[in-house]
T-cell receptor, first 114, second 113 residues
Framework: DSGVTQTPKHLITATGQRVTLRCSPR?????VYWYQQSLDQGLQFLIQYYNGEERAKGNILERFSAQQFPDLHSELNLSSLELGDSALYFC?????????????FGEGSRLTVL | GESVGLHLPTLSVQEGDNSIINCAYS??????FIWYKQESGKGPQFIID?????DKRQGQRVTVLLNKTVKHLSLQIAATQPGDSAVYFC????????????FGSGTQLTVLP
């Protein structure tokens, strides 16, 4: 158990809809990262937040947005969903000042767009 | 563009044998490399890392080798066990990019009884 909690674990929705994925980082971790894992693209970095502020942006579509709240949990909002958005969405958190690469991943939210 | 890639998508080894998983990278700014293990239905789990000023680093049953000349790294697993069956990803982190990891495509390791 990494200590990172993601909900929901599974989500099935239709094209054009909007969903929100939620992540609670490990206790004490200020940074939260979102990654998308699909069969054809592998693990792709989407966005990072640090203590409520956006820190880095990767291959995140304009239809997607995220935020980190004062209690440090984060939400990833996906709108105008397309079939190609079906994927596993992972949240990860990290220790401030810890190893560069040691991210602690949650178990993911599997999104299926029909 | 820059990319991190894996030589082989699948690898099968006998239980007790050693496993070697390879990874090539092309970003010359990469200065930190990480191996992650992802078991079915779970998120990636950190295994071992290595900085670019090192050639080799050992952990418990795992060793990572880095060859900067040819931009190649490998993960060696000694005495492979059934619990090692998973997808293994290499990832790189370039200096100044926070922890925006770039992941390779993954290698599926299957341990045969």
């Amino acid at each position: 158990d990494s200590g990172v909690t993601q909900t929901p674990k599974h989500l099935i929705t239709a094209t054009g809809q909007r969903v929100t994925l939620r992540c609670s980082p490990r206790s004490g971790d200020l940074s939260v990262y979102w990654y998308q894992q699909s069969l054809d693209q592998g693990l792709q970095f989407l966005i990072q937040y640090y203590n409520g502020e956006e820190r880095a942006k990767g291959n995140i579509l304009e239809r997607f947005s995220a935020q980190q709240f004062p209690d440090l949990h984060s939400e990833l909002n996906l709108s105008s969903l397309e079939l190609g958005d079906s994927a596993l969405y992972f949240c990860a958190s990290s220790v401030v000042g810890g190893n560069n690469g040691e991210l602690f991943f949650g178990e993911g939210s599997r999104l299926t767009v029909l | 563009g820059e990319s991190v890639g894996l030589h082989l998508p699948t690898l099968s080894v006998q239980e007790g044998d050693n496993s070697i998983i390879n990874c090539a990278y092309s970003n010359s700014a990469s200065d930190y490399f990480i191996w992650y293990k992802q078991e079915s239905g779970k998120g990636p789990q950190f295994i071992i890392d290595i900085r670019s000023n090192m050639d080799k680093r050992q952990g418990q049953r795992v060793t990572v080798l880095l060859n900067k000349t040819v931009k190649h790294l490998s993960l060696q697993i000694a005495a492979t066990q059934p619990g090692d069956s998973a997808v293994y990803f290499c990832a790189e982190n370039a200096r100044g990019s926070a922890r925006q990891l770039t992941f390779g495509s993954g290698t599926q390791l299957t341990v045969l009884p």
